[in-house]
């Protein structure tokens, strides 16, 4: 047994086997069975649970309501909001979907500035000066690939949920179930490896990383997006905190102990942004009022579209001023494996 009385099971950052508890937790989200205690690090502060499920536990956490594995409609909207997405490609990724808005310096200025409100609809979609073959981990029914696959990218998959992978095959999508984490590729192989909100679900985070630095191409992208244990959300509603997500969320990442992780795995040119994200905010406070009304029984209940958007946009200067002070509750994350001269 560990210094606090738990288990040696050691920290998958920085290998100390020293916790301390922070909060007791339970699924508010499917209502799964169990408590969980989240516990820090006393040596990086990276977070886990104790118990942590096993690989061969999680599955039962993952429901087939779970939300990346429902079923979604092909990116394909008309009008205005195609011409506004094809735009938002073209003027921040790079893409040859708006002709005009590259054809002088002005012109890339205007588009630039009039989608810049649309830019967040599109996170971690790689710009076009790489494209070529990408690997999206978690990729669910391939709602992202198959906007990858519209512009021109060689789209593979891998997730967990074998009703997900068979969704995402019938899109024409190269999909293959697995345990996340496990990437059963050849060296070298792709240009771009995504992972949207995966890397806190995986059992070693550390080793999977290492695995995603071997599959890409000399010179290749890693792009990833999690939320950051080190917000103002955590600090101000502790164990409601929305993204804590017991118990699928793994391990919790601040900015220092994710750079730290690419880092040792051999990725140059690690860039980690932190911000704020009014979903996270909205439904933390709603699990604190929730959990003070009736301890224990917690479940998340949506809101209404309408009330959420309305909510965001009443929030976001104050949280535009909370990014300013660096505590947004989200990562974003980009990092290159060396070219061939460096990494050989
Ligand atoms: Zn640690």
Not at 81 to 91: E, F, G, I, Q
Request: charged share 20%; with cysteine.
């Amino acid at each position: 047994m560990g210094t606090d009385g738990m288990d040696q099971e050691s920290c998958d950052i920085c290998g100390s086997d020293a916790f301390r508890p922070l909060y007791e937790g339970y699924d508010r989200l499917h209502g799964c069975p169990g408590t969980f205690t989240v516990v820090e690090c006393r040596h990086c502060g990276q977070l886990t649970l104790r118990p942590r499920p096993t690989p061969e536990e999680l599955s039962r956490y993952y429901p087939a309501e779970y939300c990346s594995h429902m079923p979604q409609p092909p990116p394909n909207p008309a009008g205005v909001l195609r011409w506004l997405r094809d735009l938002t490609y073209a003027a921040h990724f790079g893409y040859d979907t708006a002709p005009w808005a590259r054809r002088s310096r002005l012109a890339h200025a205007f588009a630039w500035l009039l989608t810049i409100p649309f830019r967040r609809a599109f996170p971690l979609l790689p710009r076009a000066e790489h494209r070529g073959r990408l690997l999206d981990l978690g990729c669910g029914a391939g709602a992202f690939l198959d906007r990858l696959k519209q512009l021109g990218w060689e789209t593979h998959g891998v997730d967990i949920s074998p009703e997900a992978v068979k969704i995402a095959c019938s899109r024409g999508h190269r999909v293959v179930c697995e345990v996340l984490g496990d990437i059963a590729y050849a060296d070298d192989a792709f240009d771009v490896v995504r992972a949207n909100h995966v890397i806190e679900h995986l059992p070693a985070p550390t080793r999977t990383t290492e695995d995603i630095f071997r599959v890409l191409k000399p010179g290749g992208l890693l792009l990833l997006a999690l939320p950051s244990a080190r917000g103002l959300v955590p600090r101000l509603f502790g164990p409601c905190t929305f993204s804590l997500e017991v118990p699928r969320h793994l391990w919790m990442f601040s900015a220092n102990t994710l750079a730290f992780m690419l880092k040792q795995a051999g990725f140059t040119d690690v860039r980690v942004r932190q911000f704020s994200e009014p979903f996270l905010l909205i439904n933390s406070w709603r699990y604190f009022l929730q959990e003070h009304r009736a301890p224990g029984t917690c479940r998340y209940r949506p809101l209404p579209e309408w009330r959420m958007r309305i909510y965001s946009l009443l929030l976001r200067p104050l949280l535009m001023l909370v990014d300013l002070f660096g505590a947004g509750d989200m990562l974003e994350a980009s990092a290159l494996k060396p070219p061939e001269r460096v990494c050989r």
